[in-house]
Structures are given as C-alpha cells and as structure tokens.
C-alpha cells in the first residue's frame, strides 16, 4: 500500500499549468487516460503493439509504452478533480511536489506517443556513449545505441520517470554526440510517491471530445 493524503493537511506550493507525470494502478492506463479525457484533461499515453500468443490464436495487442504512467496537462486548480479518476494513484512528485516534465521530455513523449515506430520498454539507462537521430520522424532525438542481435535500437531515456524506451532505427541514420565532460551538475531527486492525495479514491494524444479518442494504429 502507498500512503495517501486523508484530507487534513491542505496541499501547499504552486503548481502551475502544464504536463504532469501520473502513477495509475496496473493495467489501469488506458481505462484512466479515457476517463480523464472525458473530465476535460489532455492527456498522452505512449503505446507499443505487442504479439500475444494463446492457445487457438494470436492477437496484436497495444501495450503502456511506460507501464503505469501516463501524462497529463494540469494545474491545481483541477489537481484533486484529476485524483479523484479511478485507476489514478498519485503525480510523481519531487520534494513532495508534483514535478512538471521538462519541455525536452514532453517533446520525447509527444514524438513516441505520434509516430508509428516499433518501440518496447528498457531498462533505465543513465550512462553510454549518445547518438542522435538525423533524420525521419524523430529526427533531432538523442539517446543511447543498443544491439539486439542484427537490429539497432536508440534507448530514450525519461530522467523524470526514470524510464526508457527502445526504439528500433536504421544505423546510417545516427551520428555520435560526443561526450562532454562532467560539470558537476546536481540532478533532481525526484520521488514517485505521492506528493498528497485527497481522500476520495500516456500511440497518441489524447484529444477532446472523447469520441475522438485513439490508442494508435
């Protein structure tokens, strides 16, 4: 169980409008992400096509391309309205504050939730030598180079949710970034528990109305 705010203590700190992190229940990503649309909120949930096998059939599924997260554009005005959605748990929080994600981060979660490009989820990856995608759909893009056997794949990495995802690239498409040296920069400490809750109870964007609502091809 995580702890959650039972009302007494008022949330405090600013919270401006912008895109959040939030912690749904498990397998509770797409259902949260439909009803939160349906309250008003952008919302973006990243997703990957997977191949389920069952004993008379196969079926392509899509999948939370970060399971148990999803994003949404909020301030706290509508925080708590956004809480009370079932399958909602908590906003990562940072110093016991919801931490807005980064507009380099939220360009990364835009561009996986709306291009069609096989992606899957990875291991969190802090260190490696970079590349950068010169050129299609993710063009300008960095992240670090794997090899799955004869495919190459760039690690995008999300410091906020300290989550990754791979997606797989074409080689003559990526150049090297060199490495740069250590400047003793502070990173964030960043906490995935909840910042407060009230006491009752992210491949595309989700857009308004919600009868518009598409999960990817």
């Not at 959040?20 to 992400?33: C, F, L």
């Not at 920069?185 to 518009?212: I, Y």
């Amino acid at each position: 169980m995580h702890p959650s705010n039972d009302g007494s203590h008022p949330f405090s700190g600013a919270m401006p409008f912008g895109w959040y992190a939030v912690y749904t229940r498990h397998q509770h990503e797409k259902s949260a992400a439909q009803l939160l649309n349906r309250k008003g909120f952008s919302v973006l949930l990243p997703l990957y096509r997977s191949q389920r096998r069952w004993s008379d059939r196969k079926q392509l599924v899509l999948l939370p391309l970060f399971p148990n997260y999803l994003f949404v554009e909020c301030d706290l005005e509508r925080r708590v309205q956004a809480l009370q959605t079932a399958g909602v748990c908590w906003f990562v929080s940072n110093a016991g504050l919801p931490a807005s994600i980064g507009e380099e981060e939220l360009q990364i979660v835009r561009r996986l939730a709306e291009t069609p490009v096989n992606a899957h989820p990875h291991d969190f990856l802090e260190q490696g030598d970079k590349v950068r995608v010169l050129q299609g759909p993710l063009a300008g893009l960095t992240g670090i180079l794997t090899r799955v056997k004869n495919q190459y794949r760039v690690v995008i990495s999300l410091e906020l949710l300290r989550k990754s995802a791979a997606v797989e690239i074409d080689f003559a498409d990526l150049e090297r970034v060199p490495s740069l040296a250590q400047t003793g920069s502070h990173s964030r400490a960043v906490s995935h528990r909840p910042a407060h809750r009230t006491t009752a109870p992210v491949l595309h964007e989700f857009p308004r109305p919600a009868s518009e609502i598409s999960y990817g091809k």
